[in-house]
């Protein structure tokens, strides 16, 4: 059986860069898109194998690893509270997250949230 992309599940508060960053892995524009660049939406993007060894080719050479998967599937999810149960459910299927933060250190509720779910 062929092995499978993993699936992460992109989580943070509302405006940290969450679909920014996806943005810049798939090459488009989707927050500039929403209004105030905040994302109302859930999206999925499947990045490549190819595409992440051109992003991080310099960290797999330097830690000796290869990508053996044929990509990451993230699942982009809106920071609201108003989406956490949608979250709550998403977390279920999936192995992978990445849970953004302000960078002014601060762990608001809906990444909180999100880490304490994976946690249990």
Excluded: C
Aim: glycine share 8%; hydrophobic share 40%.
């Amino acid at each position: 059986m062929p092995i499978r992309q993993p699936i992460a599940v992109v989580l943070g508060h509302v405006d940290h860069g969450k679909t920014t960053l996806l943005d810049r892995l798939r090459g488009t524009s989707v927050a500039a898109r929403e209004p105030g660049q905040i994302t109302q939406w859930i999206g999925a993007s499947l990045i490549p194998a190819k595409t992440l060894t051109e992003i991080i080719g310099p960290l797999l050479e330097r830690f000796k690893l290869i990508i053996e998967v044929p990509g990451i599937l993230f699942i982009d999810t809106p920071g609201h509270e108003t989406f956490s149960n949608l979250r709550k459910s998403i977390l279920r299927v999936t192995r992978l997250s990445a849970t953004f933060a302000s960078e002014e250190g601060q762990l608001r509720t809906s990444p909180y949230w999100s880490l304490m779910l994976r946690k249990g």
